[in-house]
């Protein structure tokens, strides 16, 4: 918006000192967000003024107020990683013959890992598998099997809560391809039901040892953000808003709110008379999950946008004065050249651009404003 060079002119006895009477929504750092803190936190004159010396040498801009959508932002720092925490038991009798990497993705259908030479292969559902199912069974862990099957591409009722003759046509096939006896039975021991998709983290379990008990832990597969927010500043995002991610490596890519939490925790310091806020947890789900690499508990830094006015009226913050007698203002040049103080009322700040909304004033689209330089 800043446009034009102008000699300093300045207003005799006037003082400048702007408190913080607004909500200010941290962004991204740069001259104009640090002049906007300096002025808000201590009171100081806008950089470049010298408010009552009637110095005319100081270097001022002039810039146009103009009408457009505002929006402010929160930076915080986040976690990088993947969610959920699975472990997988083993329930067969034998020797661990194989395992897999830390690291490695197992999806549905696929070995987790292998007793006496044979795989365990993993299934989705939500019910553990907690026995052997056959012909003529009925219950939820049927169903669950059945919508595995149906998964796979086998030919089988997915909502179906009855192990019937298809099931066990299907379970004889899947056993063909896992190379075990084909008796069309699902043994609890060669198979492994969860959520969904892991990832290895740790493998307890130790080759060539007993296959009971705990073989593997692991997460789920995709990409979150973790970000705790001050509590104060819950209400004001909400599932849904648009982020920007930042990564280690300085890019950027995009993320989505999936969930804001209820339960504000303290900081660990508190309870040992430290300070700090209670905060909420808000998980962010990135939008290109490719984009974000593959880096476990990585730091990384999101620019959430909690609050937007569609049809601001706006002026770049190092335009704004606080009078002596209280309230703001900042000064308008007119075409003649004239000066005169126009008092406003502060709304929405955006950090990133620099612009504070302004409301309660005869100031309109187009006037030209007087900026501090720095």
């Known amino acids: ?17 702007v408190t913080a009477t ?19 936190s201590t009171g100081a004159a806008p950089s470049g003024d010298n408010s009552s010396t009637g110095d005319n040498n100081s270097t001022t801009t002039l810039a146009t107020v103009q009408q457009q959508k505002l929006t402010a932002q929160q930076q915080i720092n986040g976690t990088l990683g993947y969610p959920g925490s699975y472990q997988v038991l083993g329930h067969a009798p034998g020797t661990i013959t194989a395992l897999p990497a830390v690291g490695q993705v197992i999806s549905l259908g696929q070995t ?15 019910m553990p598998l907690y026995r052997d199912l056959s012909i003529d069974d009925k219950g939820a862990d049927v169903r669950e099997l059945n919508g595995a099957l149906a998964a ?49 983290t740790s493998i307890p379990a130790t080759l060539g040892g007993p296959a009971g008990g705990a073989i593997i832990q ?16 819950q209400a004001n995002i909400k ?66 946008i909690t609050a937007s006015v569609p049809n601001a009226l706006v002026v770049p913050v190092n335009a704004l004065l606080a009078l002596t007698g209280g309230g703001y203002a900042v000064e308008v040049v007119a075409a003649t050249g004239a000066h005169k103080l126009v008092g406003v009322q502060l709304g929405l700040f955006d950090d990133s651009s620099g612009l ?17 330089g720095s």
């Open 112 to 126: 987790l890992y292998q007793v006496d030479g044979g795989p365990v292969v993993l299934l989705y559902g939500a």
């Open 22 to 40: 607004a909500v200010v929504i941290l962004a991204g750092a740069g001259a104009a967000i640090a002049e906007r803190d300096r002025i808000l």
């Open 356 to 372: 504070v909304q302004v409301t309660g004033t005869a100031l309109r689209p187009g006037d030209r404003v007087v900026v501090a």
């Open 1 to 17: 918006m800043t446009d034009q060079t102008v000699p300093r002119r300045t207003w005799s006895g006037r003082k400048v000192a």
């Open 152 to 200: 796979l591409g086998y030919h089988v009722t997915a909502t179906s809560d009855t192990y019937g003759a298809r099931t066990a046509a299907a379970v004889r096939s899947l056993q063909g391809t896992m190379a075990v006896t084909k008796d069309g039975v699902l043994h609890q021991s060669q198979f492994v039901m969860l959520a969904g998709a892991i990832r290895v």
């Open 218 to 233: 692991a997460s789920g597969t995709a990409r979150l953000v973790k970000v705790n927010v001050d509590a104060t500043q």
């Open 239 to 304: 599932v849904g808003d648009q982020v920007t991610i930042t990564l280690p490596d300085n890019s950027t890519t995009a993320g989505v709110v999936s969930t804001v939490g209820t339960v504000a925790t303290a900081p660990a310091s508190q309870g040992n008379g430290g300070g700090g806020s209670p905060t909420v947890e808000v998980d962010i789900t990135p939008t290109n999950q490719a984009a974000t690499g593959t880096l476990d508990q990585a730091p990384v830094q999101v620019s959430i």
